[in-house]
Structure formats: structure tokens, C-alpha cells
């Protein structure tokens, strides 16, 4: 509905309102707008104080050698933080494990959350209860499932290590969090289970605004379940299911809790969060963990606009 | 006959996947459980239900470490971080969802942007921020900067339910000559109850779930919320293997979300879908 529209709208049941039009709007459509700022006004201000001005006093900070110790005395070192975080082979282990992590764990939960919402699609009796059973993992805090998952998979007295002992899988227990070969795939895995039923109700939200006259048409055409899938269920829901691949790959990308449970600060799978949390916390350097956040904050946009130009995503809900 | 069969097989094999899927979403949560459930030495076997189930963990947890106290601190944090949350976003979803002005798609990608980037993004000017304020390791500290990332998921979310109700409604009330704080508070919050549970919901469980500023910003045992506490749970000696106690702490704090889950359930998918799949 355009300005015009509404203040069109607004003097046909107010005529009054039509007698104080200035420059095209009724005086009523004024006192709106300057009721809209005012109700913003708040919330802007709280985000600004919240967000902006932490995110811009990390950049500065990133071309400063400021310590935690004591942030006001500081001197201005340009991009030597940045220099120092080149060089780091810690900081490019940590992007190629986040990258890895995101992607691979990304690419496991939409394949399983896809054959999960086609399950719960089709017609079967219990679905309120089965969805009940999926949000469990997801209201589970983070922390905790990284836990749980740590005891179940301890090399000593896990549940997973007895299991594929006794059925004769493997011969001596694996260290699955302790080793480095295997660290991150077990991150990962924790991850998929925790963030599967998540993509999945996501998906069936789309999978069910799929009218299904669409269907039947597809069978009167004679298409097999695999060709309607794939020419007619994966594009209508696109749009959707991309939506839902961004949220989930932005939330990969800054991945802290997990790995930091798990595994500590280990280099294996520490993300580029744990190195920045580390250098900021641990090592007191407040320069270098400032700097590899920006560096953080720079690859996460990229990443968002990669996606949502190779995706075309479309935030046509609260945004047009 | 045989298509009777493969239906039925079928229909066997669709039962089976869906037995699979639950196992695999709720095993983990009752081993949790039974771990907690098992003292001493049973911890270390793999029985599925405890033998002699005790609550020695229970109550170690409580008498060892101020774990009421960490329950009470993530409802304090988490309740105030909703109640101003909404506060704010309802009067923002008004203006973003129901009138028309210059600034306003800027202001919605900024929102869309805030959610979006990372928290460690922040850490050290929120640090800061928190120190200079003398909020560091006191709960309202948490409170502030949790509004990062429960502030643009409401607002974003309740600005989608906003733009759905009829306009009707609102011309109706503004040809009585109602203003448009009088309208909000009298026509539109009460027909945005649903949509308010539902968000507040979703944010109390974000903010209960927060690790990274929960460690950061707070020092003392006594000021941890929960998910800290249980991140760092300790043995009462250097020799003691704490998982029984912190499978006890998992479940406490997992089960009444559980509870609210299963209650809420259709109004948390709708919710999830606003906030995500619509955009």
C-alpha cells in the first residue's frame, strides 16, 4: 500500500483529516509518522549502544595494542595485529576448521533435514508427538548437548565407544574428542544432531505450503516419486530452503560453545570465535583478538552475500 | 495381493525411519538421565536403566556448588532480557509494520544485519562497555548485552505478526480519536498476545542457552548463569570423574525447557517459520 494509497484511505472515512492535508499527506498520516519515530526511538538507541558502538570500538581496538589489564592506556600499532594474524598458523587453522565445520556440517543437516521433513510430509499417524521429539534437541542448550555428547562419546566409559566394541566395529576404544584426527568430526557430528530437527521443521514448514494439486499432477504426467522431488518439490521450496541454509551457515560461522565444551582451546577445532575469545581472554591482548573478530565479521559478510546472491535469497516478509 | 504387500512394507519401512529419527534425537537426552541417575562405580557401566537409581547427584550438585543460586541467575537474566525485549520491540514492531515512512527498509537491513553478525564480534567493545557501566560480573550486565541478539529477532518477528492484522482495526480506533500510543497499548497488544508469548518464548530460550558472554562478562561462581556452571563443573576432588553431576545439571535445566516445548509446540514452529523461512 503506497503513502498516496493510505492517505487516500484515511480521508474517505475522515474527511476532516482531508481539510489539514499538507504536501499530499493528512494531518492525521504526520502525527502517525511522528509517533513511528518516537516508538523507535528506544529501540534504535538501545541497539546503537548494544551493538554499533561495541562493534566499532572492536575495530578500533584491532589497530591498537591495548591489553585487558588496562584498556585506556594504548598506543595506535596500524595493521601490526593484522601482520601478527597472517602469520599465525593457529589463526589459519582456525578458518579452515570454522570453514570446514560450516560446510560440512551444513551440508549433512539440510540432506538429513530434507529425508526428515519428506518423512514427517507424508501422511502418518503421531506427528504432533514425533515434532514435539524434534524440538527436544534444539531447546537443549548448547552446552549441555556438548556435554551429554562428551560423556557419550569418552573414551574410557562413553556409550558409543561399548557399543561398537561389543558389535565388533572397532577394536580398541577411540579417543573421539581427544584425538585431533577426530575432534572435529565429532564437533560435527554433535552439531548434526543438535541442528537437524531444527532445518527439518524449518523445510516442512515449506514442504507443507506445497499445495497438492501440484502433486497430482505431477503423477497424472507419470513422474516418479525421485523426478517429482527433484523437478517439482526441491524448486517450490527453494525459496524457503535457502532462507533457512543462510540462518544455519551465519550460525556455523560464529560456532564458540561447542568446541570451547568439547575440546577447550585445543588447535584442532578451535573456531575462529575460540582464537579470538582466547587472544582477547586468555592472553589479556585485546589488539589481537579485536583484530582476528573484524577478520571474522569481514568473511561472515562475504559469506551472506555470497549466499544470498548465488541463492537469490528473498526477505520479502517484514522487508518489502 | 503383492501390492497389498509392498504397501504394506511400505508403510513398515516409513514406521522404521521414523522409529530411527526418534531414537536419534531422543537418546542422548535419556542417557543423560540414566547417567544421572547412577552413583558411584554404575556410572561407568553401560546398563540401560539404572539398577538401583539414586539421587546422590542430585544433591551433591546443590550441596557442593551454588547451583540454585546459577537457576536463579539465568531466571533473572533471562526473564529481564524478555521483558525488555518485548518492551522495546512492540512499540518499534508498530512503526515498522503498520506505518509508512522514509528510513524505514534502511532500518529493517540494519536489524536483519545486527542478527546476523557474530557475537565475538562485539566482545571486546562490550567488555568495555560492560566495565565502564560497573556492570562486569553482576547479572545486569548480561541483561544489556543479551539485547543484541534477542532486540532484532523480536522486533523482526513481531513487525511480520504486526503487518497481518487487519487495518480496519486501526481506523477504526483513530476515527474515536484515539492516538497511536492509545491505539497500540488498547487495540494492538491485546490481539498480539499470541504472537508476544510466542516471541517471548523464543527469546527467553536464546538467552537461558547463552555460553560466550556468560563466561566472559562474569567472574564468581555465585554470579554464573547455568550454562557456565555446567560447562565448568568440577569433581569434589582432583580424582573424581564429575560426569554424574554434570549429567544431574543437564537434566535439571533441560527438562522445563522440554516441558515448554512440548506445550508450546505449534506456536514455536510458527514462530521459528516468521522469524526464518518468511524472512
Redesign the interface.
Known amino acids: 500500500m503506497s503513502v498516496a494509497g493510505q492517505a487516500a484511505g484515511r480521508t474517505a472515512i475522515a474527511p476532516a483529516a482531508a481539510t489539514a492535508r499538507r504536501g499530499g499527506l493528512s494531518g492525521m498520516e504526520i502525527r502517525r509518522q511522528r509517533a513511528a519515530w518516537l516508538f523507535l526511538a528506544p529501540m534504535l538507541v538501545v541497539l546503537a549502544l548494544v551493538a554499533g558502538w561495541p562493534l566499532l570500538r572492536t575495530v578500533y581496538y584491532a589497530f591498537t595494542d591495548a591489553t585487558l589489564f588496562d584498556l585506556d592506556y594504548h598506543g595506535f600499532v596500524g595493521l601490526l595485529n593484522f601482520r601478527f594474524l597472517a602469520t599465525d598458523p593457529d589463526w589459519w587453522r582456525a578458518v579452515w576448521n570454522t570453514l570446514l565445520f560450516t560446510i560440512v556440517s551444513l551440508a549433512l543437516e539440510t540432506a538429513l533435514g530434507l529425508i526428515i521433513a519428506l518423512t514427517l510430509d507424508a501422511r502418518l499417524r503421531g506427528r504432533g508427538p514425533l515434532r514435539a521429539a524434534m524440538l527436544i534437541p534444539w531447546a537443549i542448550p548448547t552446552v549441555v548437548s556438548a556435554q551429554m555428547w562428551g560423556w557419550m562419546l569418552h573414551d574410557q566409559y562413553g556409550v558409543i565407544n561399548a557399543v561398537l566394541l561389543s558389535l565388533g566395529i572397532i577394536a580398541t576404544p577411540w579417543a573421539w574428542v581427544a584425538d585431533p584426527s577426530l575432534a572435529l568430526w565429532s564437533v560435527v557430528a554433535v552439531d548434526v544432531w543438535k541442528t537437524t530437527p531444527f532445518m527439518a521443521l524449518l523445510i516442512l514448514a515449506a514442504l507443507q505450503l506445497v499445495p497438492g494439486a501440484v502433486y497430482e499432477a505431477a503423477k497424472i504426467d507419470g513422474l516418479g516419486p525421485v523426478g517429482t522431488f527433484f523437478r517439482i518439490t526441491l524448486p517450490l521450496i527453494r525459496p524457503g530452503l535457502m532462507v533457512a541454509v543462510l540462518f544455519r551457515a551465519l550460525d556455523a560461522l560464529r560456532v564458540f560453545d561447542l568446541m570451547y565444551v568439547l575440546t577447550g582451546n585445543s588447535p584442532s577445532t578451535a573456531s575462529m570465535s575460540v582464537y579470538a575469545r582466547q587472544q582477547l581472554v586468555d592472553f589479556q591482548d585485546v589488539g589481537m583478538g579485536s583484530a582476528a573478530a573484524t577478520f571474522l565479521v569481514l568473511i561472515v559478510a562475504a559469506c551472506a552475500a555470497l549466499i544470498i546472491t548465488a541463492g537469490r535469497v528473498r526477505f520479502d516478509s517484514a522487508g518489502s | 495381493m503383492p501390492r497389498g504387500l509392498r504397501r504394506m512394507l511400505g508403510s513398515i519401512g516409513?514406521?522404521l525411519?521414523?522409529a530411527v529419527?526418534?531414537v536419534?534425537?531422543?537418546f542422548?537426552?535419556y542417557?543423560?538421565v540414566v547417567?544421572s541417575l547412577k552413583g558411584g562405580q554404575a556410572?561407568?557401566g553401560?546398563e540401560l536403566l539404572p539398577r538401583d537409581p539414586d539421587l546422590r547427584n542430585y544433591v551433591a550438585l546443590f550441596r557442593d556448588q551454588p547451583f540454585g543460586r546459577n537457576i536463579l541467575n539465568s531466571v533473572f537474566v533471562a526473564g529481564s532480557v524478555v521483558a525488555v525485549s518485548l518492551a522495546?520491540?512492540a512499540?518499534?514492531a508498530?512503526?515498522?509494520?503498520?506505518?509508512?515512512?522514509r528510513g524505514r527498509?534502511p532500518?529493517?537491513?540494519?536489524?536483519?544485519g545486527?542478527s546476523?553478525?557474530?557475537?565475538?564480534?562485539?566482545?571486546?567493545?562490550?567488555?568495555?562497555?560492560i566495565?565502564w557501566l560497573g556492570l562486569y560480573n553482576n547479572l545486569l550486565g548480561l541483561t544489556?548485552?543479551y539485547?543484541?541478539f534477542t532486540?532484532?529477532f523480536t522486533?523482526?518477528v513481531l513487525?511480520?505478526f504486526m503487518?497481518e492484522l487487519p487495518?480496519e482495526l486501526e481506523?477504526a480506533a483513530?476515527?474515536d480519536g484515539a492516538?497511536?500510543?492509545v491505539t497500540?497499548t488498547r487495540v494492538f497488544l491485546p490481539l498480539m498476545g499470541p504472537a508476544l508469548a510466542t516471541t517471548g518464548l523464543l527469546a527467553f530460550?536464546a538467552a537461558?542457552?547463552e555460553?560466550?558472554f556468560a563466561?566472559?562478562f562474569t567472574l564468581t561462581n555465585e554470579m554464573r548463569t547455568?550454562?557456565?556452571a555446567?560447562?565448568l563443573i568440577t569433581g569434589s576432588s582432583a580424582f573424581e570423574?564429575p560426569?554424574g553431576r554434570?549429567?544431574a545439571a543437564?537434566v535439571i535445566?533441560?527438562v522445563p525447557?522440554?516441558l515448554?516445548?512440548?506445550v508450546f509446540?505449534r506456536r514455536?514452529?510458527s514462530g521459528?517459520?516468521?522469524g526464518?523461512?518468511?524472512?
Open positions: 516409513l514406521y525411519l521414523v529419527i526418534v536419534y534425537t531422543v542422548p537426552f542417557w543423560a547417567s556410572l561407568f553401560t522495546l520491540a512499540g518499534a508498530y512503526a515498522l509494520g503498520r506505518v509508512r515512512f527498509a532500518i529493517l537491513m540494519v536489524i536483519l545486527v546476523m553478525f557474530p557475537q565475538v564480534a562485539v566482545l571486546s567493545g562490550m567488555f568495555e562497555l566495565r544489556l548485552s539485547l543484541i532486540l532484532p522486533v523482526w513487525t511480520t503487518r487495518k481506523e483513530m476515527m492516538t497511536p500510543f497500540i530460550i537461558w542457552n555460553f560466550l563466561l566472559t547455568v550454562p557456565v555446567i560447562a570423574l560426569w554434570i549429567m543437564s535445566v533441560t525447557l522440554i515448554l516445548v512440548l509446540q514455536i514452529v521459528l517459520t516468521a526464518a523461512v518468511k524472512g
